[in-house]
């Protein structure tokens, strides 16, 4: 939500903007005024006219902002090297209207990195807090996008089960702190 230490802006063109928390992708105009409430992991939720959007890391130009760089190997990259990129990655996708990644919420259950003739794929397994929740597909969306950008990844198969059910004790100590639950 709103605060005062929300940044204001000014879409510099048209945008892709989806809308938090049912997941409806819309697209905003130029010109639109409003409020950068969270800049986390390349990705931005922005508050308009009281609602609550998430504009995606690529279009980070449209608010005025750098898209961050696409993450590099080294050379001769080994599996470990990948499968530490691919956490990276994960590591940068967050909940919209928590300020915490999906790695620390929890969230990632299962990242296996297989290697294949040409590079890799990568099957993940992930949830929700809640399973009405209609970031899911913005969320899996998200951090399939962000592994792709890694050189040497093929295919990306993310999605999202329920058993087990999640829990606020599969959250690390750095979210319990964050979201005042610790």
């Given amino acids: 939500m709103y605060s005062l230490t929300s940044e204001p802006f000014k879409l510099e063109r048209d945008v892709e903007a989806i809308t938090v928390p049912t997941g409806e992708t819309i697209e905003l105009p130029a010109g639109v005024v409003g409020y950068i409430t969270q800049a986390l992991g390349g990705s931005f939720t922005i508050f308009v006219d009281g609602s609550m959007f998430m504009i995606l890391g690529h279009n980070a130009d449209a608010l005025g902002r750098e898209p961050i760089a696409a993450p590099e190997l080294p ?12 956490w990276h990655q994960l590591s940068t996708v967050y ?3 928590i ?4 790695v620390e919420l929890g969230l990632v259950y299962e990242c296996e990195v297989k290697p294949t003739e040409k590079g890799y794929n990568v099957d993940i397994d ?3 807090t809640a399973p009405g929740c209609g970031m899911g597909d913005v969320l899996v969306s998200d951090a399939a996008t962000k592994i792709k950008l890694i050189p040497e990844i093929n295919q990306v198969n993310c999605q999202i089960v329920f058993d087990p059910p999640w829990d606020q004790s599969m959250m690390s100590e750095e979210a319990k702190l964050e ?3 610790l």
């Avoid at 050379?75 to 691919?86: I, K, L, M, S």
């Avoid at 300020?99 to 999906?102: A, F, H, K, R």
């Fill in 75 to 86: 050379e001769n990259a080994t599996q470990e090297d990948v499968e530490q990129a691919v």
């Fill in 126 to 128: 992930m949830t929700l």
């Fill in 99 to 102: 300020p915490v990644s999906i």
């Fill in 95 to 97: 909940d919209p209207e």
């Fill in 179 to 181: 979201t005042g639950m």
